[in-house]
């Protein structure tokens, strides 16, 4: 019987051994990109912070909001971070700069790029104003993620708005087509009118928005609708140009309102919720799913240190054999 000659089946093991190594430490690899869940959900409860608590909004308005004659509004949305603060972060130095929306409140863009995460959790908790205190309703691992959006998580799209024209300067049409037909399309369809919400007091289209608050089409379309399992440029890998491509893209589809001046508002929810694919279980099945997902990548790591061991074992056998 011809022995098998071990000498060259420790190179072709060394390289099986890598691709095995690969296959199983590729989707922690990528889950490791996107293990900082902390902005989006910053995000989010910067635009709504009830909504993504699931929670009722405090009665009343809120009480910065008598130091203000300006804006009219009354009742929750002078809760929200975005009422004070507007979709492109600068306060009464951008979007909310006039109109219905102007509070005279400042931004937060140039304090998120100049002050510690501990320095806005002071300002968010009622340290620096009493009346500026959220923090019988946000807990401290929600001021945290608040706090990490505003220090990292902002954007300055003015430099690629048309402050004019509310058109995307410097944006892809293309990229943005293919971005949006493979992500946005089975939900808002591919002329944006399948999924209509609540814009100016009227139902409206993703057209519609993308014209008249480009500032707010970027952040939903980063970090979604709170209350809802939108799927979201931030989870997707999107890069803020992607994000402004996309915009390029959906300012071309028909809008169901006639563009207006730049006068962005607060109220909106999309009829229905979306799915999105993956995330946190919601069910017994998904959790299910979950578990033994987990089960099968604890065994696969499981065969991959069997199978060097045996590696080991073979080799030292093939060194004892060519010493002979």
């Known amino acids: 019987m011809k022995r098998i000659d071990l000498a060259w089946f420790f190179p072709i093991y060394v390289i099986l051994l890598a691709g095995s190594f690969w296959t199983i430490a590729q989707p922690s690899l990528v889950l490791a990109q996107n293990a900082d869940d902390e902005i989006p959900r910053g995000a989010a409860l910067f635009d709504n912070w009830w909504a993504a608590l699931s929670k009722q909004p405090p009665k009343g308005d809120m009480p910065l909001w008598s130091r203000q004659s300006t804006n009219t509004r009354s009742g929750p949305d002078t809760w929200r971070c975005v009422t004070c603060h507007g979709w492109d972060y600068q306060g009464k130095d951008g979007a909310y700069r006039a109109g219905s929306n102007y509070t005279g409140f400042p931004g937060i863009y140039q304090a998120g790029q ?63 087509q293919k971005l949006y037909e493979e992500q946005c399309a089975s939900c808002h369809g591919m002329d944006g009118a399948g999924l209509k919400f609540r814009f100016e007091g009227m139902d409206a289209t993703l057209g519609t928005l993308a014209n008249q608050d480009p500032w707010r089409f970027l ?3 980063r970090f979604g609708t709170p209350g809802t399992e939108m799927v979201i440029g931030y989870n997707l890998g999107w890069t803020p140009q992607d994000g402004r491509d996309v915009l390029k893209y959906a300012q071309s589809l028909p809008a169901s309102q006639k563009a207006s001046p730049p006068a962005p508002v607060m109220p909106e929810r999309p009829a229905t919720s979306p799915q999105q694919p993956g995330g946190p279980a919601t069910s017994f099945f998904t959790s299910l799913l979950t578990a033994l997902s987990v089960m099968a990548a604890g065994l696969g790591f499981n065969i991959l240190v069997a199978a060097a061991l045996v590696g080991i074992i073979l080799l030292l056998v093939w060194v004892i054999r060519s010493r002979k």
Not at 127 to 152: C, E, G
């Open 114 to 176: 100049s002050k510690k995460p501990e320095e806005i959790i002071r300002q968010l908790d009622g340290s620096r104003d009493p009346s500026h205190d959220f923090s019988p309703y946000l807990s401290k691992a929600d001021l945290n993620a608040l706090a990490k959006f505003i220090t990292t998580g902002l954007i300055d799209d003015n430099k690629f708005i048309d402050l004019t024209t509310l058109k995307t300067l410097n944006g892809n049409s293309e990229n943005g």
């Open 219 to 221: 952040h939903k379309s």
